[in-house]
C-alpha cells in the first residue's frame, strides 16, 4: 500500500531562520512525487513535481530534493508570506493515476 | 482564468438530507477528482473521473455518488446526508500525459451536517 508521511507535524520558525521538511514515502514504483501549499481556506497550490532520485527543484526561497526514500522541501531565509501548510504527495504506477497525500506541515514564520 | 470552480462554498444540512456539489473546469483535462479533507487526516480521495463518461470509487466512497456529466462538469452527490460527511470538500482536475502531471484544485466547499 503506497503511504505518505510528513514530519514535522508543525514548525515554527523566526523570519530568516532557513529549515526542511521532510516526506517520507512507500510506494510501489514512483511515477512522480507533488508538493504543495495550502492556505488557510484554500485548495491547494502546486508547488513542485520531481520524478527521480536525485533531481531537485527551485522556486524563490523554496529547493525540493528527491531521495528513494524521502523528499525534502528546504526552506532557505523564510518570510512570514511562506507561512502556510505544504502537502506532500506521490503517485505509484499501480495507483491507476490517483495521488496520495501525506497529512501535512503546518509552517509559521514570524516576523 | 476561471480554474476549477466548486459550488456552493458553504453549506449546512441536516442528517437525511440531500444534495450535490458542483464542480467545472475549464482546463480541457480529461481527469477530474472530488477529495475530502479532514483535520488530522489528509487529502482522501472519495471518487475520480478519467474521462467523459467514466467513474472510478477512491479511498472512501461510501455515501457518495458522481456524475461526470460532460469533459468540464463532475458532480458529487450525498444521498442521505451523514454527520461524519462533514467536511471540506474538494474537486481537481489533472492534464494527462506521459509524465503524471499536477492537480489543480477548486476552493473548496465547506459541508456542515447536523
Known amino acids: 500500500e503506497d503511504q505518505v508521511t510528513q514530519s514535522p507535524e508543525a514548525l515554527r520558525l523566526q523570519e530568516g531562520e532557513s529549515s526542511s521538511l521532510n516526506c517520507s514515502y512507500t510506494?510501489?514504483?514512483?511515477?512522480?512525487l507533488f508538493w504543495y501549499r495550502q492556505d488557510p481556506g484554500k485548495g491547494p497550490e502546486f508547488l513542485f513535481t520531481?520524478?527521480?532520485a536525485g533531481e531537485e527543484k527551485e522556486k524563490e526561497r523554496l529547493k525540493a530534493t528527491l531521495t528513494k526514500k524521502e523528499s525534502f522541501l528546504h526552506i532557505t531565509a523564510p518570510k512570514p508570506e511562506d507561512s502556510a501548510t505544504y502537502l506532500c504527495?506521490?503517485?505509484?504506477?499501480?495507483?491507476?493515476?490517483?495521488?496520495?497525500f501525506g497529512k501535512g506541515t503546518k509552517l509559521s514564520v514570524k516576523p | 482564468n476561471a480554474g476549477v470552480t466548486q459550488t456552493p462554498k458553504f453549506q449546512v444540512l441536516k442528517t437525511g438530507q440531500s444534495m450535490t456539489l458542483q464542480c467545472a473546469q475549464d482546463m480541457n483535462h480529461n481527469s477530474m477528482y472530488w477529495y475530502r479533507q479532514d483535520p488530522g487526516m489528509g487529502l482522501r480521495l472519495i471518487y475520480y473521473s478519467a474521462s467523459e463518461g467514466t467513474t472510478d470509487k477512491g479511498e472512501v466512497p461510501n455515501g457518495y455518488n458522481v456524475s461526470r456529466l460532460n469533459k468540464r462538469e463532475f458532480s458529487l452527490r450525498l444521498e442521505s446526508a451523514a454527520p461524519s460527511q462533514t467536511s471540506v470538500y474538494f474537486c481537481a482536475s489533472r492534464r494527462d500525459g506521459v509524465f503524471p502531471g499536477e492537480l489543480f484544485f477548486g476552493e473548496g466547499s465547506r459541508l456542515t451536517v447536523l
Open positions: 504527495a506521490v503517485q505509484g504506477k499501480e495507483s491507476q493515476g490517483n495521488l496520495i
Open positions: 510506494v510501489s514504483g514512483l511515477r512522480g
Open positions: 520531481l520524478y527521480s
